[in-house]
């Protein structure tokens, strides 16, 4: 009897085992599907020679299915992105270096869980929040390319400033001592021996937040829009540019067939990019986790 | 170091008053950063305040009866809440029932039964999945799960359960259920990850406590784990209702976008971020605009309910670390 008990014991707990097992693969069946159909449709088109360089095209039914590309697009997101990156890295970096190298009575405190709760807020409301400030106090830049990078810098601060804090973190407290001890002021010691040990971190986090940012369609397609246009001079920031998450959206349920093989190539584009980005920067983190922690 | 009296003053006044070193750098650098520090909290105040103000004309219109009312017909102009917010809680409520079991199975086999080996590379790929954007999610959902859901699960649900009458209408494979399983895919990594953090994070001896009298795996993990990291999977549970609540395109490539309450668990509906993206930039004129940044309040406030309290209960666990899952 009491082996019996003991028995079905054993058999609960490796049913349940079992159970745990079967839904790591449910879970991880998306990401291999999605890389896997990214591959199969996107592939063919990813790999023409002419993809990343060429203007949008026509529908196929008006002329032939030669040239597509995607250079548009992939200029209105760096476009984009990189103007949200020249606004967020500075304002993430310095919060972050106030919330971890200064003693301020819980400010600093507050300021990280600020942006804690600042990465958590749904990316559509920061867009509406870009869309609901220019639309009082400068309507004409509502629609522009503008508007799209002060929406996505809203959704780098955040990340910017709690992945640079994280990295300050690691450097560890032996640095700052053997460098105050030798006479160097506070600033130049958070700047030169602080921020530039947690360096790759900060980097990295940098990185992290750009593909984020590079993957965001809902802010864009509130504030941006839509075009296909180039993105060929400083002005194109004052009228609706084209971008590659807008660009999957609008074109997914499109009739052309060149339109839909631009979206699947688009899709693999921004899956091969984000997935690298992350691997790699995973790695770095790792590393530089280790080796402070080795250090001290 | 020098001092006219036998009992000198404390050692640091002494140190920093004959220090050669200039303080206003020191000083200076401090202000600038404190400015930067200041605009991350005055972010977060003005996007409350953007949308309050812009929802001033609305809710002089509307009323709190903006709320409740069903009626959004931007032709007529009258326009009500409550299809979006009932599409938000009803996905994410889906979504959430449909994770919590996925996630919580993954975290416990990452935690306690995967060979070691194996459990860097997995849980690596399970935070993938949080990486991925959202427009994918939608793309791989229109074009993969929705006719899925057309040919094969939406019959059968039909079937089994059509007498409930949560499955009626006709069947496209777009709609509400599509919207909350893409959305289930979407949050697992969030909650997984910090439940998977979190189990981790219990002290050997609570597990040896457990095993040494006798409990099976199973047993140890029920009773010496999991009650041990209640308070942070609780809290990665809650940030991924916070991420179902707004996520944007994924849900607004599958759910078939229709203005009124949702009948049916296979029907069309809306949420309030899909409302956003659709209707935000065709609007109809003013009204239009502040009633659906009226809505985008009533998000912003769930969202910032959901996140504060999560964020409290995971940073309490954590120490002040907050989670790792982004």
């Known amino acids: 009897m009491k082996f019996d008990r003991f028995a079905r014991r054993k058999l609960l707990s490796h049913t349940i085992t079992v159970l745990a097992g079967l839904t790591v693969v449910a879970v991880l069946y998306p990401l291999v599907d999605i890389v896997y159909v990214a591959f199969v449709h996107g592939g063919g088109v990813l790999f023409q020679a002419t993809f990343l360089t060429a203007r949008n095209p026509t529908p196929c039914s008006v002329v032939s299915c030669a040239s597509v590309g995607i250079a548009p697009d992939i200029e209105g997101t760096a476009a984009m992105v990189g103007l949200a990156a020249l606004i967020s890295v500075p304002i993430g970096v310095l919060a972050a270096i106030l919330a971890s190298e200064y003693r301020t009575g819980g400010f600093g405190r507050a300021v990280s869980f600020t942006a804690d709760v600042l990465s958590g807020v749904p990316s559509i409301l920061m867009g509406a929040f870009v869309y609901g400030y220019l639309v009082i106090e400068n309507p004409a830049l509502v629609e522009t390319a503008i508007s799209g990078g002060l929406a996505l810098s809203a959704i780098m601060i955040p990340i910017v400033t709690r992945t640079t804090e994280e990295a300050l973190r690691t450097v560890p407290n032996s640095m700052r001592e053997a460098a105050i001890a030798l006479g160097i002021s506070k600033w130049k010691m958070t700047l030169r021996i602080v921020l530039v040990s947690a360096l790759p971190g900060v980097v990295t986090g940098v990185l992290l937040a750009i593909m984020r940012a590079t993957g965001e369609a809902a802010p864009l397609i509130v504030t941006v829009g839509f075009s296909n246009l180039p993105f060929d001079s400083l002005s194109a920031y004052n009228r609706p540019a084209g971008s590659l998450p807008v660009l999957i959206y609008n074109f997914a349920l499109s009739p052309y067939s060149n339109w839909l093989d631009l979206a699947w190539g688009a899709v693999l584009f921004l899956l091969i990019a984000i997935l690298i980005v992350n691997v790699l920067s995973r790695y770095v983190i790792h590393r530089m986790t280790v080796k402070m922690s080795g250090g001290s | ?326």
Do not use: H
């Not at chain 2, 939406?154 to 499955?167: E, K």
């Not at chain 2, 006798?214 to 809650?238: D, F, H, K, L, N």
């Open chain 2, 1 to 326: 170091m020098e001092s006219p009296t036998p009992s000198p003053p404390s050692f640091p006044t002494v140190y920093l008053a004959q220090r050669p070193v200039a303080r206003w750098p020191d000083q200076l650098f401090f202000v600038v950063i404190l400015i930067f520090a200041i605009s991350i909290i005055a972010l977060a105040l003005a996007i409350v305040a953007i949308l309050v103000y812009n929802s001033q004309q609305s809710f002089r219109v509307f009323g709190w009866g903006f709320l409740v009312s069903s009626t959004w017909n931007p032709n007529a102009q009258i326009f009500g809440a409550l299809p979006f917010v009932v599409g938000t809680l009803l996905t994410s409520a889906i979504a959430l029932l449909i994770a919590l079991p996925l996630s919580l199975g993954s975290a416990i086999f990452l935690t306690t039964v995967a060979p070691r080996w194996l459990r860097g590379p997995l849980g690596t790929a399970v935070e993938l999945l949080a990486a991925i954007p959202s427009v994918i999610y939608g793309f791989w959902g229109l074009w993969i799960v929705v006719p899925f859901m057309r040919s094969t699960v939406n019959p059968a649900l039909q079937q089994s359960l059509g007498w409930t009458g949560a499955f009626s209408g006709p069947n496209t494979g777009f709609g509400v259920l599509t919207a909350s399983i893409i959305l289930a895919v979407m949050i697992v990594p969030t909650i997984s990850a910090i439940s998977r953090d979190t189990l981790a994070a219990v002290p050997a001896t609570q597990k040896e406590a457990a095993l040494s009298l006798g409990a099976t795996t199973w047993e140890t993990t029920r009773v010496a784990m999991i009650p041990y990291s209640r308070s942070g999977i609780v809290g990665g549970v809650i940030l991924g209702l916070g991420r179902a609540i707004g996520e944007t395109m994924a849900v607004l490539m599958v759910i078939g976008n229709s203005d009124k309450l949702p009948l049916s668990l296979i029907g069309n509906g809306s949420t309030i971020s899909t409302l956003i993206a659709n209707e935000l930039l065709s609007n109809t004129g003013p009204l239009q605009i502040s009633a659906i940044l009226e809505c985008g309040l009533v998000l912003m406030l769930i969202s910032l309910a959901v996140n504060v309290g999560a964020r409290l209960l995971v940073w309490r666990f954590a120490g002040g670390q907050g989670g790792k899952a982004e």
